[in-house]
């Protein structure tokens, strides 16, 4: 009888998303070590005689020119294929946009396998980044299982669900980040170095692609709540308990006028632009400016830096379960902001490996702004306009990329010779005023607290 049940029991965890979520980042992060490497060998003896660089200076220039590239494809050429899967999502296909990115995940490993096989150009990357973002991409991939993870709960553990799963993206990410350095190192007389890596890749991309094609199963959590309903979580007053603010909170929001919903709506994708654009500046740079002096790193020392980086998914995972027990969502959104804000401030000034190690334990809460306005989000509009809305914010973040890529990689370039930490300084600006809107949402959700109090007496 146990053995049956045992079977029964794995066959159910299989069926759920979240063998694809661990599938996905472990083949991910191996991709991103061995595209690193890749690039930094291939750019070693770049040159730019017109610009009078040295030798270290053209090879970061040639390594972020490629990258601003590369991002600007990713972020650029999804777009329309994204809008168009997540349709087809909301009509009832909730496989499509997760299966169909990650056939272009497949497809670009492949591309640097190739790359990396046959002494292709670096630019035959770009060909691979066209193909993924046809297949929709990030864009499409992690709205629809934001979106199979918050139908499968209820309003009120929205923002849990959505957190854990963020909690087994970041932990998948951790180990392979941690093993990919030492897997690029693996090589004999006929395998360069990095084949062996990227093979076992995209075969864990290859594995979830089939587990999203046929294992997965769509479930959908009959919500209590009035379908056009739109909770916020209110700041929590110390003169009400935890439940009762947000069993009011939520009163309150089904009343709301819907303008007032709306205006929320644009805080928060304005709070998430900002914020997405200075997390998204610097993590680009911080790729290129480990790879120069005085840091330099080598494989295995840039994998446990991206380790490092997936780290911060598991603390900000702790930092809801103990935050979210006395403080509202909107204070969560600004306690990550803060956390990101003084880690990447002190990363203009690392100079050893130490310290960025450091000045990444400064991060520690970076990670919980994103997923908790998506679920606030969520939680703005009816079930069956989720993914087109998550995808909305997503585009939204793409589009913010098409303008902060370029402008972080020339900032950089031209910053690199006087004070190459500059964009981090800069990216930490950019978030403190994306705490503005936040707190603008905090105002605001205090004032409809205060009207439905007035109304009900």
Known sequence: MVTPNLCQTAFAV??????????????????????????KDRCVNATYPDAHLSREASQQRAISDFYMTY???LHLVPILPALLLARIGDRGWRRVPIAVPLCGYVLSSLTLLLVVI????????????????LSGG??????????????????????????????????????????????????SSSLANGTILITVGAL?????????????????????EPEDASPLLPDNSSEVPVEASVEASVEASVEAPAERNRVNIVLLVVAAVLYGSAVG??????EVFVLKEPLNWSATQVGYGHAAGCTIFLTSFLGVMVFRRCVSDV????????????????????????????ARSLNLFALIPMPTIRSLLSQQVPASSCGTTLTYLQLALKFSGLAYIPAFTKIYQRTLDWFPGFVFTLSSIITVLGMIPISIVSWRSRQMRQYTRIQAE
């Not at 299989?14 to 490497?37: K, N």
């Not at 002190?346 to 960025?356: A, K």
């Open 138 to 187: 990030f864009g499409a991939y992690w709205p629809g299982v934001m979106t199979l993870a918050a139908l499968s709960s209820t309003a009120t553990d929205r923002s849990k669900v959505i957190m854990r799963v963020e909690l087994l993206y970041g932990t998948a990410g951790l180990v392979g980040s941690l093993a990919s350095g030492h897997l690029f190192l693996l090589y």
């Open 118 to 133: 046959f002494r292709l150009p670096l630019g035959v990357m770009f060909g691979g980044a066209v193909v993924y973002g």
């Open 281 to 286: 500046g610097a993590v680009e740079m911080m």
């Open 14 to 39: 299989l069926r759920r998303i979240e063998p694809a979520i661990v599938l996905e980042q472990l083949g991910s992060s191996l991709f991103t070590t061995a595209l690193q490497m890749v690039v």
């Open 204 to 224: 864990l991309q290859l594995l979830c692609l089939m587990h999203s094609i046929f294992l997965l199963q769509v479930k959908h959590h009959p919500n209590k």
């Open 71 to 73: 991002n600007l494809m």
């Open 331 to 358: 204070t969560l959104i600004l306690i990550g902001m803060l956390s990101f804000a003084s880690g990447i401030y002190f990363m203009s000034f690392v100079r050893t490996t130490s310290m960025f190690y450091l």
